[in-house]
C-alpha cells in the first residue's frame, strides 16, 4: 500500500431515497440529451422512466432516447448510440439502468466525440491502443441497481463478440458529471438479479482491499464496502422492499466505486471477464461467484496477506475470525443466504476445453490487473481456478 495517492472525483453524487426528485433542480452539463436504457420496461414498469423525464423537463432538456443497451453491452451497440447522438444534436448523455447501461452511456459519449471505432481506443491484444484525442459528451447517470459502482467511477466495460474481447475503458474524462442513487429505485429488482449485483460490488471492495499497489482511500472505502454490502445484500435479496438494506447496499455498491476511482481491482475481474467474453450470456456478477472461492482459496494457498483475509472474514460479519479460511467460510454463507451456491457453468455452455484460452484472454486482455494481485498467478493457476470452479 502507499500513502501517496491523487485524490480527484470530480462528480457531483446526489444519494438517498428519493433523490431522483431533486435532479431537476442541479445545473445541467448540456441542453439536449441522449437517454440511454435498456428495453426500457422495467423503467416505465417501476416510475423511474416518467421521474427522470419530469426532472429532465423541469431542467430544461429535451430528450432523445436509446433504449438497445444488452446486459452485457457490445461495441456496436456503442457505436449505433453514438451515431444517434451526433444525429440528433445531443450535447450530453444520461443514462438510466445498471452497470451496462452507465457503461454504455459513457462509451456513447466518448464515441459521439471522437472519429473512428471504439476499438481503436481499446487497449487490447487486437485493439488500437490510442488515447481519443477529443473529451467525451458531458454523462449523468441515474443507477437503478447496486452492482458496478459506475456511477462514481471512470471505467466503462464494453464487449466485442467477434474478437472475444471484453476490456475496459478507463480515462478521467469519462467520469460522469453528475450521478443519482435513489434506493427506491432498486427495490424491484429481482432477487437473482441483486444477488448477482450484489457480489460483483462485494468484489469490487475485496479486491481493492487485497490489491498490492492499493491506496490509503481505496483501502478506507473497501474495508467500509464489505461492512455494509455483507450486512445487507442477503437481506436484499430475500426482502427487496426493506428500504434501509437497499439504501445500505446502495451505499456499499457507491463505496465499491470509490475504491476503483482511488485504487486498482485485482485478477479476479480479468478471469471472469474472459468467462463471460466466451459466452455472452453470462451474468458478470454470476461469473464473479463462481471463480470467487476457487480464487480467493489459491490466493490464500500461496500465503498471500493472511491479515488481511482475516480483516475481510470480520468484516463479513465474523468478528472472531482468526484464519484466513475464516472469509472463505464467511463468503460461501453469504452465497448461500443468497441462493447462488449452486450457479454452473455448464449451464451456459462453458465446457473445460476453452479454459486454456480464456487463461490466455484474460492475461491478454487485462493483464494490469495481475500484476495487482498480492501474490503471483500464472497461466496454469488461472486454468486451474476454472477447473476448481467448474460444475
Not at 441542453?31 to 421521474?51: E, Q
Not at 432538456?61 to 438497445?68: L, N, Q, S
Not at 444488452?70 to 444534436?89: C, D, Q, S, W
Request: proline residues 7%; contains cysteine; glycine residues 10%.
Amino acid at each position: 500500500m502507499t500513502d501517496d495517492f491523487v485524490y480527484d472525483i470530480p462528480t457531483r453524487l446526489l444519494f438517498g431515497p428519493g433523490a431522483l426528485d431533486r435532479l431537476g433542480g442541479e445545473t445541467f452539463p448540456g441542453k439536449k440529451a441522449l437517454l440511454v436504457m435498456t428495453g426500457g420496461k422495467s423503467a416505465k414498469a417501476t416510475g423511474a422512466y416518467d421521474r427522470l423525464l419530469a426532472q429532465l423537463a423541469k431542467a430544461g432538456v429535451a430528450v432523445a432516447e436509446f433504449p438497445k443497451v444488452e446486459a452485457n453491452p457490445l461495441r456496436p451497440t456503442v457505436m449505433v448510440g453514438a451515431a444517434l447522438a451526433k444525429a440528433e444534436g445531443c450535447d450530453c448523455v444520461v443514462a438510466l439502468g445498471g452497470g451496462s447501461v452507465m457503461d454504455a452511456a459513457k462509451m456513447i459519449a466518448v464515441m459521439a466525440a471522437n472519429p473512428g471505432d471504439l476499438w481503436d481506443y481499446a487497449f487490447t491484444a487486437t485493439g488500437g491502443n490510442k488515447r481519443y484525442p477529443n473529451a467525451p459528451l458531458p454523462i449523468v447517470c441515474v443507477s437503478t441497481t447496486a452492482g458496478t459502482g459506475s456511477e462514481i467511477d471512470d471505467g466503462a466495460v464494453i464487449s466485442d463478440d467477434d474478437r472475444r474481447e471484453k476490456p475496459g475503458f478507463i480515462d478521467p474524462r469519462q467520469f460522469p458529471a453528475l450521478s443519482v442513487v435513489d434506493p427506491t429505485l432498486m427495490v424491484s429488482v429481482p432477487p437473482r438479479l441483486t444477488a448477482y449485483q450484489g457480489f460483483d460490488a462485494l468484489f469490487h471492495c475485496v479486491e481493492g482491499y487485497l490489491a498490492g499497489p492499493r491506496t490509503l482511500m481505496s483501502e478506507l472505502y473497501a474495508l467500509a464496502g464489505v461492512e455494509r454490502i455483507g450486512a445487507n445484500l442477503a437481506r436484499c435479496v430475500t426482502h427487496g422492499d426493506d428500504l434501509e438494506a437497499r439504501t445500505q447496499m446502495a451505499l456499499g455498491n457507491t463505496l465499491g466505486g470509490f475504491v476503483m476511482a482511488t485504487g486498482p481491482l485485482t485478477s479476479e475481474h480479468a478471469i471472469e471477464h474472459a468467462l463471460s467474453a466466451f459466452h455472452h450470456a453470462l451474468p458478470h456478477g454470476a461469473g464473479l461467484v463462481m471463480v470467487s472461492l476457487a480464487y480467493y482459496g489459491a490466493l490464500i494457498a500461496k500465503g498471500a496477506c493472511p491479515g488481511r483475509f482475516v480483516r475481510l472474514a470480520q468484516a463479513l460479519g465474523r468478528p472472531t475470525a482468526t484464519q484466513p479460511e475464516d472469509f472463505l467460510d464467511a463468503l460461501a454463507a453469504l452465497q448461500r443466504a443468497c441462493g447462488v451456491d449452486a450457479l454452473r457453468m455448464s449451464d451456459y455452455g462453458i465446457v473445460p476445453e476453452e479454459f486454456p484460452a480464456m487463461a490466455k484472454n484474460a492475461r491478454d486482455t487485462l493483464g494490469a490487473l495481475f500484476a495487482c494481485d498480492p501474490a503471483p498467478l500464472s497461466d496454469e493457476d488461472v486454468v486451474a481456478i476454472y477447473q476448481k470452479s467448474y460444475r
